[in-house]
């Protein structure tokens, strides 16, 4: 079983600067894909970033490419935007990343940590 704690989320301006956290923990991690998803009010959840615990290897959504880095425990993300408010979501799954960033190949998820952007 594998746990996941996020944490750093919070309110912020229009260009600011956030750093989400994933604490995992419960099962060895080194063969482990771990995502951030997030999802606003009234939307689905949409795959944000990967990251292959084994090889460091990386995917991102158009969204976000050029303003947020995934590493192993950390999202970190610039030139905030109003539309990058939602929840966001941790979530593993044991095994290499898959390109597309789809919550159905994930099984272990966090709680979320919210983030808001305002204008």
């Known amino acids: 079983q594998v746990q996941l704690v996020e944490s750093g989320g919070g309110s912020v301006q229009a260009g600011g600067s956030l750093s989400l956290s994933c604490a995992a923990s419960?099962?060895?991690?080194?063969?482990?894909?771990f995502g951030w998803f997030r999802q606003a009010p009234g939307k689905g959840r949409e795959g944000v970033a990967s990251i292959y615990s084994y090889d460091g290897s990386t995917y991102y959504a158009d969204s976000v490419k050029g303003r947020f880095t995934i590493s192993r425990n950390y999202l970190q993300m610039n030139s905030l935007k109003p539309e990058d408010t939602a929840m966001y979501y941790c979530?593993?799954?044991?095994?290499?990343?898959?390109?597309?960033?789809?919550?159905?190949?994930?099984?272990?998820w966090g709680q979320g940590t919210q983030v808001t952007v305002s204008s």
């Open positions: 979530a593993a799954v044991f095994g290499p990343c898959r390109q597309v960033i789809a919550d159905r190949d994930f099984t272990y």
């Open positions: 419960g099962y060895p991690l080194r063969n482990t894909c």
